[in-house]
């Protein structure tokens, strides 16, 4: 029963659910209150369907232990981006979105997660170490990626776009494949950093691990049918308004982020920074290859071009975190400067979403 109860907030969304196919109609034809009440209604029920997403997750990751336990965590943030994205595509045109919403995760996932945790970790521990080859790797890698998936598209003419999408498809394909093996086998260690407090697997029912993934599964697909009603309510909320078009992909970022800065602040609070930067950059590396691949294979199917390539503002903004993120992740050592760092940046990405100049 006790197990029962901690599903709460899936219930919750299945009753939310349920009342958003009954009030969508009425919603978008009576608009206000209503329609922005709604809105926010089922975009709560969708973080706290992440949270139990993440949770499942988490108990899986501490059973098998790293690096397959940051895999798992962001892995399962991922496919909710990628479902919420997919059911948003199919709704008002929106050439931009996936590009703004892999965009808004990096920023979210390296100057809002780790800033966040760099600073909490900092005032409670002074510094705290991590395996410096692991932050090296995932910055390599995600210069690569981003290079890959959204500069280079910029020069990429739409009679050729096809043959880059399937290019950049393969080789994101590649790269996540090859790194997910390094990063399990060869170079297992490089993410891996032994402290003297393990922490434990905090699944006192000792559930079977086919239960936890079969409620994780079974929680994205309702993640997927509630962002079928959000995707409604936004389009018809943001149509004619003065609000910020970069909303539905903040709003995605934010959802498959939400649970991954707790788990972050958690461990940086339990001076295990290591899981900290595989969850911040491990989520950025996952959203770049794993997210743009997906986009790219539907944008082929349906045979329009979607818009990859960063803005000069977006493009600053990435040149900048990374500046500060490899200044940053050079010895082994995070402290609440670099955290702060960081977190300005964050609050300047959030500033700009609210000007509309991103």
């Not at 498809?169 to 170079?187: D, I, N, S, W």
């Not at 991954?260 to 290859?289: C, F, H, P, W, Y």
């Not at 944008?299 to 990435?318: D, K, S, Y």
């Amino acid at each position: 029963m006790k197990y029962l109860k901690s599903e709460f907030p899936i219930a919750i969304a299945l009753i939310v659910l349920g009342l958003g196919f009954a009030l969508e109609h009425g919603a978008v034809t009576q608009g206000g209150g209503l329609l922005w009440g709604l809105l926010l209604v089922i975009l709560a029920s969708i973080i706290g369907v992440a949270f139990r997403i993440a949770h499942h997750a988490e108990v899986l990751a501490m059973r098998f232990g790293e690096p397959y336990g940051t895999l798992i965590l962001t892995l399962a943030a991922v496919s909710v981006e990628v479902v919420i994205l997919i059911v948003l595509l199919q709704g008002a045109p929106n050439p931009t979105l996936a590009r703004d919403t892999v965009f808004a995760a990096v920023m979210f996932d390296i100057n809002g997660i780790l800033g966040l945790a760099a600073i909490v970790g900092g005032l409670k521990h002074g510094s705290a170490k991590y395996n410096l080859d692991s932050a090296n790797s995932f910055i390599a890698m995600l210069l690569v990626a981003i290079g890959i998936g959204m500069f280079i598209p910029d020069f990429v003419p739409d009679a050729q776009w096809h043959f880059y999408s399937m290019f950049s498809v393969c080789v994101m394909a590649v790269m996540y494949a090859g790194f997910l093996r390094l990063q399990t086998v060869e170079h297992r260690n490089f993410f891996e950093y032994s402290s003297e407090e393990e922490e434990e697997a905090h699944d006192q029912v000792n559930s079977p691990n086919a239960l936890h993934v079969g409620l994780m599964l079974g929680a994205i697909v309702l993640v997927g049918l509630l962002s079928e009603v959000l995707s409604v309510l936004l389009d018809a909320g943001l149509a004619g308004s003065s609000l910020p078009k970069a909303i539905p992909s903040v709003l995605v970022a934010l959802i498959s982020a939400s649970p991954e800065i707790l788990t972050a602040l958690k461990a940086a609070q339990q001076d295990r920074m290591q899981t900290t930067v595989n969850i911040a950059l491990g989520a950025s590396l996952a959203t770049v290859l794993l997210t743009l691949p997906v986009i790219e294979a539907i944008a082929l199917f349906n045979g329009e071009r979607i818009v990859m390539a960063l803005t000069p503002l977006q493009g600053g903004m990435l040149l900048l975190t990374f500046v500060t993120v490899m200044n940053n992740l050079h010895d082994g050592e995070t402290n609440a400067i670099e955290g702060i760092s960081h977190f300005a940046l964050f609050a300047a990405f959030i500033a700009l979403v609210m000007m509309g100049l991103l």
